[in-house]
């Protein structure tokens, strides 16, 4: 025994001993290299059916944020689906009312040689007095679909007429009175159609006229009265417009307004739009002059209408004042068909035309220049400029 361990002290010498332990201290302490901790990472033992469990936890995690979005969505849906579907019923319910307040005329006009151009929208839009027997704004607006243009083209409400034989003849078989003018049977003022025709075909009178003296054919008429006009203006929060002249005109002894607005740029509400567009007295040109401010006001008017901030804000006020307070033939199918074509108005497309001619007491009408201003406006047909020959005798 004793040799043997003899044998081993010599084989271990207390250096190498001491050089042993000193480097198992130094590879216990050390950190491992990156290579040998891939090597724990990888070599370690994962239970396959852990695993898998864990996998089919994420995927139904995955699964129910998926249910849980899609409930969210699906409750947002059809909040919007209720609140339109109530919208809709309530502007249904209110158009339905709308159409009910159009005239229910027996008054038939002669088949029109004039026939339906397609893309063209093309509207009466009538203004009457107080009491509505008068129609103060006759007015032809013409949309074009394709081009997102819109036409004013107003004729002024003194211009003279006379009745078609088809006017004549309806007032004649139902005893009505028939206007006698400077001789002329069934001549009178535009403005006063509306009162000859009666109860009943007042707009059907109107629209016939204008398109005798237009040579077109309209689709719908809308008939507003100055209630409605202010009402619409207030509905959008008022315009802004420059006044172009002190006006002051005191109307109250006809039942009319004061009207007293200072020259300049001013927020007009709905009592001092309609000050501004019933104002005639001062101006050199009477009522074109006025015409001519009306259509400028009804096109910033228009521009307020379309901008993004009154359609999201004041909508809902809008349509319910027209429907209100305005009487029209067009259906409900198809105001629901027109009403998307609002946002495509551009006031930078608007144009606004007082037919041509000469006025008095009565105003005449320029027949070939109103065709060439119909034919550009609406058939986009530009008139022709008139050449001059500069020639000399030699």
Request: hydrophobic residues 35%.
């Amino acid at each position: 025994m004793g040799e043997k361990r003899e044998y081993r002290r010599r084989r271990r010498p207390s250096d190498d001993m001491e050089l042993r332990q000193r480097q198992v201290r130094r590879r216990q302490t050390r950190a491992p290299y990156p290579e040998e901790q891939q090597r724990v990472v990888t070599s370690e033992y994962v239970d396959p059916r852990r695993a898998a469990k864990g996998r089919r936890m994420a995927k139904l995690r995955a699964e129910q944020r998926k249910r849980k979005r899609r409930s969210i969505l699906l409750v947002i849906a059809l909040i919007l689906v209720l609140i339109g579907a109530y919208a809709a019923a309530k502007i249904w319910v209110k158009m339905d009312m709308w159409q009910g307040k159009a005239e229910n005329s027996d008054f038939v006009v002669s088949a029109s040689e004039q026939e339906k151009i397609k893309d063209i929208i093309n509207v009466a839009v009538l203004g009457t007095d107080e009491d509505g027997f008068r129609a103060d704004v006759n007015m032809l607006v013409s949309f074009n679909t394709t081009t997102k243009e819109l036409h004013m083209i107003s004729v002024p409400r003194d211009t003279r007429v006379v009745l078609i034989d088809d006017m004549i003849d309806y007032l004649e078989e139902n005893d009505e009175y028939v206007p006698n003018r400077n001789g002329v049977y069934g001549q009178c003022k535009l403005t006063e159609v509306h009162a000859y025709a009666g109860e009943g075909n007042r707009c059907a009178f109107s629209v016939a006229m204008l398109e005798e003296l237009l040579d077109v054919q309209v689709d719908y008429y809308v008939k507003f009265d100055l209630t409605a006009f202010k009402k619409v203006v207030d509905a959008v929060g008022g315009v802004d417009f420059y006044v172009p002249m002190n006006m002051y005109w005191d109307m109250t002894d006809t039942g009319g307004p004061l009207i007293n607005l200072r020259e300049g740029m001013q927020h007009l509400d709905g009592d001092k739009a309609e000050q501004l567009v019933r104002f005639r007295d001062g101006y050199a040109q009477k009522d074109l002059k006025r015409i001519e401010v009306q259509q400028e006001f009804i096109t910033a008017l228009i521009e307020k209408v379309c901008s993004s901030q009154t359609l999201m804000s004041k909508l809902d006020d809008l349509v319910e004042v027209v429907l209100d307070c305005t009487e029209s033939d067009v259906t409900v199918t198809e105001a629901l068909k027109y009403v998307k074509y609002v946002k495509d108005l551009d006031p930078a497309k608007i144009t606004s035309d007082t037919v041509p001619g000469e006025g008095g007491s009565y105003f005449d009408m320029d027949e070939e220049g109103t065709k060439e201003l119909i034919d550009w406006r609406i058939h986009g047909i530009e008139p022709v400029a008139e050449e001059t020959d500069d020639l000399t005798n030699e």
